[in-house]
C-alpha cells in the first residue's frame, strides 16, 4: 500500500476483554514500530521489530501486553484483560530499516477505548 | 534509556512571528533528531529531520540546530502562518525514536 495502515481504526471494548490491533507497513520496511499516545501526551514506545524478531520491548507495560510479526510484515499488537487505562490512541510506524537514522512513518492509529 | 525533554508546553506567536522550540536529551548514542507535526486527530508527520554530522539543516521556512556537546536540538519556524498551527515534536534515536512531550503552537492572524 502506499504507506502505514491501521486496522481497526477505532476500538471500543469492555474491561477485561482481549483485543487486538492490527497493523500492515509500507512494503519492504524492515523496521515496525508501536506507540501509545495519550490525550496530550506524545508517542510512547513500546515496542520495535527489526523484520520477524522484536529487536526492543523494554516499552510494553506488562505482560498483558504482547506483539507479534510472524512474516515479517503485518504486526498485531495484542492485549489481554484490558483496563480502562489502557485507553489510548495505538500508533504504529514503520522505516525502511533498522538504522537508527531513517524517517519512520506512522499509521493513522487505533483508538482505544476500555469501558 | 533515551529521555527527550520539550519546551515550551504552547507556544503563540502573532502571524509572520517566528516560533522556537527547544528539547535536550540524554543518550550521547543518539544520532539521529526528527521533528514531526500533528495536527488534531491525525498521525504525526516528519517535517525535517537532522543528523549527529551536522550541525544545522534548513528547508524553506522550517530550520534545525544541533548541539551535540550541550544535547539540545532546536526547530525554529520563521514567517509562521496559521497553518503551521499544531503539535510538534521532537524525537531523539539511538536506535528507536524517543519522543518529547509535544509543543502546542497556536499562530494567530
Known amino acids: 500500500g502506499a504507506g502505514v495502515s491501521q486496522t481497526p481504526s477505532n476500538k471500543v471494548t469492555e474491561k477485561g476483554k482481549y483485543v487486538e490491533l492490527r497493523c500492515d507497513p509500507i512494503?519492504?520496511?524492515?523496521?515496525l514500530y508501536w506507540y501509545r499516545q495519550s490525550l496530550g501526551q506524545g508517542p510512547e514506545f513500546l515496542i520495535y521489530?527489526?523484520?520477524?524478531?522484536?529487536?526492543?520491548d523494554s516499552g510494553l507495560p506488562n505482560d498483558r501486553f504482547f506483539a507479534v510479526r510472524p512474516e515479517g510484515s503485518v504486526s498485531t499488537l495484542k492485549i489481554q484483560r484490558t483496563e480502562r487505562g489502557d485507553s489510548a490512541v495505538y500508533l504504529c510506524?514503520?522505516?525502511?530499516?533498522?538504522?537508527?537514522?531513517?524517517?519512520?512513518?506512522f499509521g493513522q492509529g487505533t483508538r482505544l477505548t476500555v469501558v | 534509556g533515551e529521555n527527550v525533554e520539550q519546551h515550551p508546553s504552547t507556544l503563540s506567536v502573532q502571524e509572520g512571528d517566528s516560533a522556537v522550540i527547544k528539547c535536550t536529551y540524554s543518550?550521547?548514542?543518539?544520532?539521529?533528531f526528527p521533528w514531526y507535526k500533528q495536527e488534531l486527530g491525525k498521525r504525526p508527520q516528519l517535517i525535517i529531520d537532522?543528523?549527529?554530522?551536522?550541525g544545522e539543516k534548513k528547508d524553506q521556512r522550517i530550520a534545525v540546530t544541533l548541539n551535540k556537546t550541550a544535547k539540545h536540538f532546536s526547530l525554529h519556524i520563521t514567517e509562521t502562518q496559521p497553518e503551521d498551527s499544531a503539535v510538534y515534536f521532537c524525537?531523539?534515536?539511538?536506535?528507536?525514536?524517543?519522543f518529547g512531550t509535544g509543543t502546542r503552537l497556536q499562530v494567530f492572524p
Open positions: 510506524a514503520s522505516s525502511l530499516s533498522g538504522r537508527s537514522n531513517t524517517e519512520a512513518f
Open positions: 521489530f527489526q523484520g520477524t524478531g522484536a529487536a526492543d
Open positions: 537532522i543528523r549527529s554530522n551536522v
Open positions: 512494503s519492504g520496511h524492515t523496521a
Open positions: 524525537a531523539a534515536s539511538p536506535d528507536k525514536l524517543i
Open positions: 543518550d550521547s548514542a543518539s544520532n539521529y
